[in-house]
């Protein structure tokens, strides 16, 4: 079992940056494929970013390929959404969420693949 906390939201301007952070307590970091989803109330949650066991491979929304980057550092037992050039509609709250994975190389993009999530935090961009 594992534990995720997330950190590193808050309220930025449009254009402007965030470094979102998940920390993960328990089960051995390395053997879980993590991800990023977000959610507002008025659309469910969904797919932001997925990153393998390895972080050699890394998977992204549409919506936010060449804006956000993922990462994660074994070591410390976090992974990482880095959001640049924010626009209004990146408004939501963020979750970090993790799965066991069998293989090294495995990223999953639905939410109903995983199996454990973090409280979320919330990104505000004004306009």
């Known amino acids: 079992q594992v534990q995720l906390v997330e950190s590193g939201g808050g309220l930025v301007q449009a254009g402007g940056s965030l470094r979102l952070s998940c920390a993960a307590s328990g089960r051995t970091f390395s053997t879980y494929a993590m991800g990023w989803f977000r959610q507002t109330p008025a659309k469910e949650r969904e797919f932001v970013a997925a990153i393998s066991r390895s972080g050699v491979i890394r998977d992204y929304a549409d919506s936010v390929k060449g804006r956000f980057t993922i990462s994660r550092d074994n070591d410390k037992s976090t992974v990482y959404l880095q959001v640049d050039s924010l626009k209004p509609e990146d408004t939501a709250v963020y979750y970090c969420?993790?799965?066991?994975?069998?293989?090294?190389?495995?990223?999953?993009?639905?939410?109903?693949?995983?199996?454990?999530w973090g409280q979320g935090t919330q990104v505000t961009v004004s306009s």
């Open positions: 969420a993790a799965r066991v994975a069998p293989l090294l190389a495995s990223t999953y993009s639905t939410k109903d693949r995983y199996g454990y």
